[in-house]
């Protein structure tokens, strides 16, 4: 596609689900990043995979985020047993090499709320 | 560890008058400094970034930023505001550990133009 896709671009989640967030990034392109941005607060790093590999998820917040990227493609950030603190907007973001200042293009988020 | 601080979480000016978003760095490396805009349900772009050279940073839109080491420095000017440029607008410095240009945002400063 043109841009970064994400979806469901909205979730409402009972506190104990399990939810599932799906980023499909621009083709092509090695590096894909996950941020999590609560609300008026700016984005913070979640994780990183350049191509199928999780290079760094120094930034996720517990063993009940788990994210993937099989074919170095498409990713998933799944959150377990949910909790009424993991409600945010999670953005996903890619860039076309893995080293370097190339831009980096966000999707529109997927907006969790927990109740 | 690297971060940002923007001062003011909201800033109004009229139309036509001067845009001035500040953001101070703290980096233990020359950092690489960013500047994105966000509208409303929507992902972040790109307005311009400071690497290496010239310090003075064009970007879209007429924004422009100055990178000043000895005042840590990065702040976000428009000589004239347009009812556009409304959104919520972000600083970042790059953490460039292992290349991947992982970013620390700003809080975030919400920018409101009075006609």
């Known amino acids: 596609g043109a841009g970064v896709s994400q979806s469901p671009r909205y979730k409402v989640a009972k506190r104990g689900q399990d939810v599932a967030l799906r ?8 590096s894909l990043f996950w941020y999590q941005q609560a609300l008026g607060q700016g ?12 290079l760094d998820k120094s930034g996720l917040p517990s063993d009940r985020f788990f994210a993937e990227r099989p074919e170095g493609s498409v990713s998933t950030l799944k959150i377990q047993r949910t909790q009424q603190e993991d409600s945010a907007v999670y953005l996903c973001a890619s860039k076309l090499s893995a080293l370097g200042t190339g831009e980096l293009f966000f999707g529109e988020g997927s907006r969790l709320t927990v109740l | 560890a690297q971060s940002v ?111």
Not at chain 1, 23 to 30: A, K, L, R
Not at chain 2, 21 to 45: D, T
Request: proline fraction near 5%.
């Open chain 1, 43 to 54: 984005p913070e790093f979640l994780t990183y995979f350049q191509n199928e590999a999780q």
């Open chain 2, 5 to 115: 601080t923007q001062l003011g979480s909201h800033v109004s000016v009229s139309e036509g008058a001067l845009v001035l978003l500040r953001c101070n760095y703290s980096s233990s490396v020359p950092p690489y400094l960013f500047w994105y805009v966000q509208y409303p349900n929507q992902g972040l772009q790109l307005l311009l970034k400071y690497t290496t050279g010239a310090t003075l940073v064009k970007g879209i839109n007429g924004f422009e930023a100055e990178f000043k080491k000895s005042e840590t420095s990065f702040h976000l000017t428009k000589p004239s505001a347009h009812m556009s440029d409304a959104a919520e607008y972000f600083c970042a410095v790059s953490d460039q550990v292992g290349g991947a240009q992982k970013l620390v945002f700003g809080q975030g400063t919400r920018l409101t133009i009075n006609p």
């Open chain 1, 23 to 30: 980023c499909d990034p621009i083709s092509g392109h090695v």
